[in-house]
């Protein structure tokens, strides 16, 4: 095997790693294109049905403090570790904490909602995003239509 070779198989392979890299990034922003949408259906949904919004707070990551933000909206899981707040925003409610978090409150940041919470946690638990938010509506319960957010959002 001679040296141009070498250099074409390694620049070969240099485009391959690029071309999987550029299509993973396409699909993660296909992913959080979809979910930012079903969030968006849901805030629509939650006002348009009167769903009572909350101050949201956040929670240590031991499990243990409970820390104040400037956050209103709902809480989308049992354990009030996952927001979406009024503006339409995504948040993981869970922050290191400590006294100064505590005297003052945190600020935590959205960050983008994915397609299935839950996945690639040690607990092997997960659940579609739209199930989630669906839940959290009480699916129905105005005896309104409950399409929910396939048709709502175009969300296949």
């Known amino acids: 095997m001679g040296e141009g070779d070498d250099r074409e198989w390694r620049e070969q392979r240099q485009r391959a790693v690029r071309a999987h890299a550029d299509a993973d990034a396409r699909r993660r922003a296909a992913e959080q294109s979809q979910a930012a ?3 968006a259906w849901f805030v629509a949904e939650a006002t348009r049905r ?3 919004t909350t101050r949201l707070v956040a929670r240590g990551y ?3 403090g409970r820390y104040r933000t400037g956050l209103t909206g709902w809480y989308v899981d049992q354990a009030e570790t996952r927001a ?3 503006a339409g925003r995504f948040h ?3 922050v290191s904490g400590g006294l100064r978090a505590w005297l003052f409150g945190v600020d935590p940041q959205p960050s983008p909602a994915p397609l299935v919470v839950g996945a690639g946690g040690r607990d092997g638990e997960s659940i579609p995003l739209r199930t989630l938010l669906t839940r959290r509506l009480g699916d129905g319960m105005d005896g309104s239509d409950s399409a929910g957010p396939d048709s709502a959002a175009g969300v296949r």
């Open 92 to 94: 993981l409610l869970t």
């Open 84 to 86: 979406v707040d009024v």
């Open 62 to 64: 031991d499990g243990r």
């Open 50 to 52: 009167g769903l009572p």
């Open 37 to 39: 949408e079903l969030v």
